[in-house]
T-cell receptor, first 115, second 114 residues
């Protein structure tokens, strides 16, 4: 079975440019999460969706970040404009929601470098 | 609010030796506890989880963890490690108050030496 699929795997962009990260969750999963991993702050939850609806976006760092989930099989995380401090690994994850304690499955990550 | 403390940032150990990676959590309600492993340049993979029932949980790759409610701990153990266990290990917690999202600890890098 295909796992969580993220693209691009690696992105290098210049400061000020728009960055769009994409995610396809595991088929049938109805909860989707975006995490950011940095050396300084570890793994941070940015936002999570349940049935395509954003439930908690309290981790989104600022207005430059936005996330959408137009349907059950696709989500985007957009940064506009990007800054060097946004350099991190961004993970998308999904789970079969509705039951607490369900396993969350992670993608391979999108490695973003803003120069 | 939930929080997770992993007491060791790095743990060096020789191959075939036992290892324990420590994790303490803070939560005011019933919790669900997880250990994930991250190999270099990869995503996170579930090792094991505690939801309820037996406090000793067995996972993949010979790892196990014990839930201790009185000490609010969920330490990960393996009786004999291999070079291939070199990775970063994350403890995580979720609870009913915060839904099914996970809060992660800072991670512990396990370095297995030959």
């Amino acid at each position: 079975d295909a796992g969580v699929i993220q693209s691009p795997r690696h992105e290098v962009t210049e400061m000020g440019q728009e960055v769009t990260l994409r995610c396809k969750p595991i088929s049938g999963h109805n909860s989707l999460f975006w995490y950011r991993q940095t050396m300084m702050r570890g793994l941070e939850l940015l936002i999570y969706f349940n049935n395509n609806v954003p439930i908690d976006d309290s981790g989104m760092p600022e207005d430059r970040f936005s996330a959408k989930m137009p349907n059950a099989s696709f989500s985007t995380l957009k940064i506009q404009p990007s800054e060097p401090r946004d350099s991190a690994v961004y993970f998308c994850a999904s789970s079969l929601g509705g039951r607490f304690g369900n396993t969350i499955y992670f993608g391979e990550g999108s490695w973003l470098t803003v120069v | 609010a939930q929080s997770v403390t992993q007491l060791d940032s790095q743990v060096p150990v020789f191959e075939e030796a036992p290892v324990e990676l420590r994790c303490n959590y803070s939560s005011s309600v019933s919790v669900y506890l997880f250990w994930y492993v991250q190999y270099p340049n990869q995503g996170l993979q579930l090792l094991l989880k505690y939801l309820s029932g037996s406090t000793l949980v067995k996972g993949i790759n010979g790892f196990e963890a014990e839930f201790n409610k009185s000490q609010t701990s969920f330490h990960l153990r393996k009786p004999s490690v291999h070079i291939s266990d070199t990775a970063e290990y994350f403890c995580a917690v979720s609870d009913r108050e915060y839904g099914n999202k996970l809060v992660f600890g800072a991670g512990t890098i396990l370095r297995v030496k030959s």
